[in-house]
């Protein structure tokens, strides 16, 4: 039964309706049963339609299916009477039913396409198809909103495409050319799918999230010629890969590609002072540095060049880590921490124990080094950074002497410095009759009262012609004593007691103790209760 009466649905409505008197438009008006009819015939077929969304895809082709969703779509937002009601029955049903159209012309359920974000996207289908994304058909792209809000089509995005790749193994390992999944195995679907992840951070406007994920994907080329996590792959100029390849050739530069040179402005970190002083650390711990120096591979020169050109000096924990690398030469081309050598100063080291920084290099860079605090060479300096290091190396006897026969000559300068008198005594200055060399604080000078309260079992000082008074002084100065210390006194009773009873040593400790009474008398009071205890 034709009439007047205008649905705005895209489709007819065939039912035995109760019409008005002149037959041209249908009863929905009022409460009689003609009305309750009507609408029910209605509700019947608007579920009916609803039941068999399926159909529609046999029935019409991709974007007419969609065209008749909007138009009903339409009407529900028109409309304020009860044809609405065929969208309210449509729309739960849509995401459970195969009604979109991909680009490989199948009917699929929403949830398992993507809709692509810009049409400038559509060059990259090819290769999106084999990472096995089904991507909506061009010709649905003006129904996005109806495709994503209500048949739960996701758009294309970063986490998804991750996704991908980690199922293909490639991620936070570097992945061989010849082992890429065929979706990534030439150069043309490389670039699509670079220029695919370019628009979609754009689209996410380089969210933080999105790019920790990118950085953990195998997808950017090394200059090795495999492809590397983007977290692992450094960006640097000529000279720094040339250099410091030299130096470790396992560090994963970044090869320099154009089509790649986007991604990796975003994803891949830049060698870094940092990295520079950890990739040096490692060929020194693994014993490559020094031989890779020695063989002439590796130009110090440049190195510290590279350093002072990149403001190392404007960051003091990076420059502390520096100057512990021992990359820095002596003259004779040994290496050494920068602590370990000074610069030339007021002092000349007449006994060549001294190590200076190379000369070559100082010319050249003398402020920068100056600045990363090496110290110039002044008697104090001497004694602290190489009198300490020398003397803890097999000297011949001969040599050791020297080195005494300076700190005396020097005695009248640094008498004062009670920093360097602690350090002096530390050392094994003080030559002793056994013809060994001792710290002097277990050293004593040939008195009777040492021989008597310590027996045998002492240090005593080695005295000749040629050590003057000023020796005596400066071994008093350093800590070489004339009397019996009370601890080693102590010590050697401790001895004596647990041997067998004898008169000699019942006389031995006679004397020892004549000896300390003597001492506690003439002893000030403020020591007498120290020196009992």
């Not at 998804?160 to 193994?169: D, T, Y």
């Not at 041997?499 to 004549?514: D, R, T, V």
Request: proline content about 4%; overall charge neutral.
């Amino acid at each position: 039964l034709p009439t007047d009466h205008k649905t705005k649905l895209p489709f007819h409505i065939n039912a035995d309706f109760f019409p008005s008197s002149d037959r041209k438009r249908i009863i929905f008006d009022g409460d009689g049963y003609q009305t309750k009819w009507n609408k029910a015939a209605i509700s019947a077929s608007a579920r009916l339609l609803a039941n068999n969304l399926d159909l529609l895809p046999k029935l019409l082709d991709a974007e007419d299916v969609w065209k008749f969703l909007k138009q009903i779509k339409d009407v529900f937002d028109n409309d304020q009477n009860f044809f609405g009601e065929f969208w309210e029955n449509i729309k739960s049903k849509l995401k459970q039913t195969k009604i979109v159209f991909t680009t490989t012309e199948q009917w699929c359920v929403g949830e398992e396409t993507v809709f692509l974000n810009k049409k400038e996207e559509e060059d990259a289908i090819s290769v999106l198809e084999k990472m096995r994304f089904k991507i909506v058909h061009k010709s649905l792209r003006g129904y996005r909103k109806l495709l994503t809000e209500f048949a739960g089509v996701p758009l294309l995005d970063i986490p998804r495409m991750c996704q991908l790749f980690e199922k293909a193994g490639m991620v936070n390992e570097r992945i061989a050319s010849d082992s890429c999944p065929c979706f990534f195995n030439n150069e043309r679907s490389r670039i699509l799918i670079w220029r695919e992840i370019s628009f979609l951070l754009e689209h996410s406007k380089n969210s933080p999230e999105d790019i920790n994920q990118l950085q953990k994907i195998s997808f950017g080329p090394g200059r090795d010629g495999g492809f590397w996590p983007c977290k692992q792959l450094f960006r640097a100029d000529e000279q720094t890969i040339f250099l410091f390849t030299a130096i470790n050739k396992n560090i994963p530069f970044l090869e320099d590609n154009s089509d790649f040179a986007l991604l990796a402005e975003k994803l891949c970190p830049r060698f870094s002072l940092s990295n520079a002083i950890q990739c040096i650390d490692q060929s020194v711990q693994e014993g490559n540095f020094k031989a890779l120096y020695k063989k002439g591979e590796i130009d110090l020169g440049d190195v510290f060049d590279w350093f002072k050109n990149r403001n190392l000096l404007d960051d003091e924990c990076l420059k502390s880590k520096f100057c512990k690398l021992p990359i820095f030469p002596d003259n004779d081309g040994r290496l050494y921490k920068l602590s370990e050598l000074s610069i030339p100063g007021n002092f000349n080291d007449p006994l060549g124990i001294a190590k200076l920084l190379a000369s070559e290099h100082l010319q050249k860079n003398r402020d920068f080094f100056v600045k990363l605090g090496v110290k110039k060479l002044d008697f104090r300096v001497y004694v602290k950074d190489h009198l300490i290091g020398a003397l803890n190396l097999n000297l011949s006897p001969d040599k050791q002497r020297d080195i005494i026969r300076l700190l005396v000559e020097k005695f009248g300068e640094i008498y004062k410095d009670e920093e360097l008198r602690q350090i002096i005594t530390e050392l094994p200055i003080v030559e002793c009759m056994d013809n060994k060399f001792h710290r002097p604080f277990v050293c004593y000078f040939d008195k009777p009262d040492v021989r008597e309260c310590l027996g045998a079992n002492v240090f005593l000082v080695k005295l000749s012609e040629e050590r003057t008074k000023q020796f005596e002084e400066f071994y008093r100065w350093v800590g070489v004593e004339e009397k019996p210390r009370y601890k080693d006194i102590v010590k050697y009773i401790r001895q004596i007691v647990k041997q067998p009873y004898s008169s000699e040593n019942a006389k031995l400790i006679k004397k020892i103790m004549e000896h300390l009474n003597q001492r506690l008398t003439e002893n000030e009071s403020g020591e007498l209760d120290k020196d009992r205890k």
